[in-house]
């Protein structure tokens, strides 16, 4: 089974860049849909987008579309986020997760998360 580790969060100003790492180990990553999600505190789970499992074709939620990447290296069993433009509402921690099931827009549908990694935008 994957299981995947994020990296990367940190503290930055708005308007600034970050770019967020999410290695997987274990069978089949490169069969896997991977998603990125991020939950602020006392909000939902919310999608960001999703990339297929050959890289080949993406997807973003209208929130971040035009500002956010998403790309991945199954060589190297990783998935990355590069997020630019950053607003204090991008605050919030982020998840990667996979799933076997397809392309999917709903948390209940990935079935490997990482633990998550803190994303602070400073005003």
């Known amino acids: 089974q994957v299981q995947l580790v994020e990296s990367g969060g940190g503290l930055v100003q708005t308007g600034g860049s970050l770019r967020l790492s999410c290695a997987g180990s274990?069978?089949?990553?490169?069969?896997?849909?991977m998603g990125w999600f991020r939950q602020a505190p006392g909000k939902e789970r919310e999608f960001l987008g999703a990339i297929s499992p050959r890289g080949m074709s993406t997807s973003y939620s209208g929130s971040v579309k035009g500002r956010f990447t998403i790309a991945r290296d199954n060589s190297k069993s990783m998935v990355y986020l590069q997020m630019n433009s950053l607003k204090p509402e991008d605050t919030a921690i982020y998840y990667c997760?996979?799933?076997?099931?397809?392309?999917?827009?709903?948390?209940?549908?990935?079935?490997?998360w990482g633990q998550g990694t803190q994303v602070t935008v400073s005003s």
């Open positions: 997760a996979g799933t076997l099931g397809g392309y999917s827009e709903s948390v209940q549908d990935y079935d490997r």
């Open positions: 274990g069978e089949l990553f490169e069969s896997h849909f």
